[in-house]
T-cell receptor, first 117, second 114 residues
């Protein structure tokens, strides 16, 4: 596609429910990243995919958070048993290779605003 | 670990004023440095970057110079416009295979009045 697409744009859920957030990266981009933007913590890295593998999951805040990527394309971030502190904007980004290079650049989606009531 | 500290905002300026947003960092190795901008209702966009000491990144009249001796990457613009109103984030990358694993500053809200 023309850009990184995320869905839904807004999600309201009740505490304790599971949610799935979707990211469609730019076609051909092998690297995919999830970030979280919250008032208290700012912008935080969550997880990095290279193809379908996740070599860096160091930013996932708890075992309630998981993510997968299939076909080297679409990624889903799942939050189980949501808590109020999970309320944030979840951003997805993709880049051509994930390696440092002159033209390597992250393209961000518009994010999913998650509200846990 | 790596960290980025930005000057606290918000910053309010009149059109054509000079802008400086301070950014300092702590990192091991040889990080790359970035400024990202988030316009109202839009996603994060790369504004400029510098990959080694003394490099100057520039775009849309904005500039920032990678100063290793002061561990800084301050953003400047000589004459701001109303359309520059946005949130600005300083960020660093450890580089290599972790190039996209960015550490961000807390963001600075800039409002420019006519």
């Amino acid at each position: 596609g023309a850009g990184v697409s995320q869905s839904p744009s807004n999600k309201v859920t009740e505490k304790g429910k599971d949610v799935e957030l979707r990211c469609d990266p730019i076609s051909g981009h092998t690297a995919l990243y999830w970030y979280r933007q919250s008032l208290g913590q700012g912008l935080e890295f969550l997880i990095y995919f290279q193809g379908n593998s996740a070599p860096d999951k160091s930013g996932l805040p708890s075992d309630r958070f998981s993510a997968e990527r299939t076909g080297g394309s679409v990624s889903t971030l799942t939050i189980q048993r949501t808590q109020q502190e999970d309320s944030a904007v979840y951003l997805c980004a993709s880049s051509q290779s994930g390696q440092q290079a002159t033209n390597e650049k992250l393209f961000f989606g518009s994010g999913t605003q998650l509200s846990v009531l | 670990g790596d960290s980025v500290t930005q000057m606290e905002g918000p910053v309010t300026l009149s059109e054509e004023a000079f802008l400086t947003i301070n950014c300092t960092y702590t990192a091991t190795g040889y990080p790359s440095l970035f400024w990202y901008v988030q316009y109202p209702g839009e996603g994060l966009q790369l504004l400029l970057k510098a990959t080694k000491a003394d490099d100057k990144g520039s775009n849309k009249g904005f500039e920032a110079t990678y100063r290793k001796e002061t561990t800084s990457f301050h953003l400047e613009k000589g004459s701001v416009q109303v359309s520059d109103s946005a949130v600005y984030f300083c960020a660093l990358s450890p580089g290599g295979t972790s190039y996209g694993k960015l550490t961000f500053g807390q963001g600075t809200i800039l409002t420019v009045h006519p």
